[in-house]
């Protein structure tokens, strides 16, 4: 199965450290590609024209206005560009407005490298339903956070990780997800039942395994 392509990111950010460090968080992340930073709404806005990205990693506060005014800008013109809020402004009306403008996620800084991963892995999850004609059940539930997870005992995010693991690679066994992230078997065949359970994974048996037959789980 041959990789999703590249998902094209423009950085809104002022603080050119922040940027460079967000770079290359995308980087080691792999699957983005980084079309460059802008640092003001102008500039912001020139690039998305021009350069048509996929996704925003977008500050609230900048020089010549704010990032949220920008990102309802696009909403009122038509512009299908996920955006996840990266900015120190925590107050409940900002957090309110990016929700209502569809941000695939808000991050407070400072940033922790896991968190900003957790956050590019909603992204992937959001692009791949994108490019699906129709959208299952499974991928809205995903999406739109329903609490099917804490029902079960599960940490959202942790699911996100088990999600963006097994999308687009081989069929893998609970030892070798949980091997790849930092899980316990038993943790990771928690999750991965629970994503066959709601259609998100489906399960099949390796009977030419040595011994008891291994359970291979993959994407539906």
Known sequence: MSAPPAIRTLIVEDDPR????????????????????????RIARSMVATLR???LLLD?????GRGLDFLRELRVAGAR???????????SASVQDALIHGAADYLV????????????????????????PEVRQGDLDALLSTPAS????????????????LRGGPPRTAADLGTALGLSRVTAWRY????????????????????RPAKRYRRS
């Open 150 to 165: 804490a029902a079960s005992g599960l940490d959202a995010d942790t699911l996100q990780r088990v999600r963006a693991a």
């Open 109 to 132: 800084k400072p940033v922790t490298p896991g968190r900003f991963g957790v956050a590019l892995g909603r992204a992937r999850e959001r692009a791949a339903v994108w490019a699906q």
């Open 192 to 211: 991965l039942e629970h994503l066959v359970e709601v259609g998100e994974a489906a399960v099949e048996t390796d009977v030419g395994t040595v011994g």
């Open 60 to 64: 609230v506060q900048l020089p010549d």
């Open 53 to 55: 990205p996929a996704l």
């Open 18 to 41: 922040i940027a460079a460090l967000h770079t290359r968080w995308l980087h080691d992340a792999g699957g983005f590609e980084v079309l460059g930073f802008a640092e003001t709404v």
């Open 81 to 91: 560009v996920d955006a996840i809020l990266v900015t120190a402004a925590n107050d």
